[in-house]
């Protein structure tokens, strides 16, 4: 049975350590907290200078990480090395391979030192499963896939993040942070983290509260112009256009259309829904259930073949801000403003 990252984090704390640890996984929020909880843990600050080294897969290969890993420890129980960033390492082959080779890395991770801890730093892909060297960590070692969060679970998880640290969220504010920031836990973590500064612990955090600090305009933000465009009301969304035309860097034309792009492949989502309940259309859109009837509205406004001809708007745009097709030298806000005017009034 697989490992939650809460299980193995206390573990950890309570040094139950392994001889070998392999995390990988295209989620790289648990494979740092992991690491840097490893990192603090199994050394004290007086043993890690003799004990401790950190290596990245790029700049280092097979052969020096098995030669610090044989080493025994100096005046402690243990010594701890970190790969961060494996998946550049240059794995050897092995008899996966070849037949005819010979692996060390297989062969010490099937006999690996008690007194070492290996920690492989495997991010943004999974390990090959069929490998042998898996087969050997998972015998002998611990291996913990940090899996991708889908993009309707990312509320809850904020909710489950902020309880940890004692603060609370409105749903709606957990709702909306998702749909900005993205199932991308670092960054939404780290957004978090700032967010906490700023407010007590014992104030519920609310959606004012996320666009003063999170840097999301009341008025004039991507999910604003969606609304606007659902109702296909060209005035408010040139407005937004606007104040995107004024603060160019923190709301760049290709992260819009990015944005427009995945919302009408959602509105097509809907039309394609078999079934149209809320719980199952949030799983299906992958939206947090708050934005249900958004999306709902939206479909209303648009049919199926609307959304077909907006979507085809939408790349004509992109192309245009790439040079193709465009005609002198347009602005983004000119080219947004256009772009508009189709979907609202021929989409």
């Avoid at 984090?9 to 648990?30: A, D, M, T, W």
């Amino acid at each position: 049975m697989a490992i939650t990252s809460n299980e193995l984090l206390k573990n950890i704390e309570n040094r139950i350590f392994k001889p070998v640890y392999l995390l990988h996984g295209e989620e790289s929020y648990y494979i740092d907290q992991i690491s840097a909880l490893l990192e603090q843990k199994v050394l004290s600050e007086s043993e890690k200078g003799f004990n401790q080294t950190i290596l990245y897969g790029k700049d280092t290969d097979v052969i020096t990480i098995l030669n610090a890993a044989k080493r025994f420890p100096m005046m402690s129980d243990y010594q701890l090395i970190i790969v961060k960033e494996a998946q550049e390492l240059k794995w050897s082959k092995g008899a996966d391979e070849d037949k005819k080779a010979s692996d060390p890395l297989l062969t010490y991770i099937e006999n690996p030192l008690k007194s070492t801890i290996l920690v492989l730093c495997y991010k943004y892909a999974k390990f090959d499963k069929r490998k042998k060297i898996y087969k050997a960590i998972d015998k002998n070692g611990l291996i913990f896939e940090s899996s991708e969060i889908y993009p309707d679970k990312v509320a809850a998880w904020i909710d489950g993040f902020l309880k940890q640290k004692s603060y609370r969220i409105q749903t709606q504010a957990a709702a909306l942070l998702a749909e900005y920031l993205g199932n991308n836990l670092s960054k939404v973590a780290n957004e978090l983290e700032k967010l906490m500064l700023s407010i007590p612990s014992a104030q519920e955090i609310t959606t004012a509260d996320v666009q003063a600090n999170i840097g999301i305009s009341k008025e004039y933000n991507v999910f604003e112009l969606q609304a606007a465009i659902a109702r296909r009301d060209a005035l408010k969304a040139n407005q937004i256009i606007n104040y995107f035309a004024s603060n160019p860097k923190s709301n760049p034309m290709v992260l819009v259309l990015g944005t427009l792009n995945n919302y009408f492949t959602k509105i097509l989502r809907y039309h394609y829904a078999a079934d149209k309940s809320p719980q199952n259309l949030a799983k299906e859109l992958g939206v947090h259930p708050f934005f249900v009837k958004d999306y709902e509205f939206a479909g209303k406004s648009y049919s199926k073949n609307q959304v077909f001809r907006v979507i085809s708007y939408l790349r004509d745009a992109d192309l245009k801000t790439k040079g193709v097709d465009a005609t002198g030298n347009t602005t983004d806000a000119e080219l947004m403003k256009e772009l508009v005017f189709r979907i609202t009034h021929h989409g």
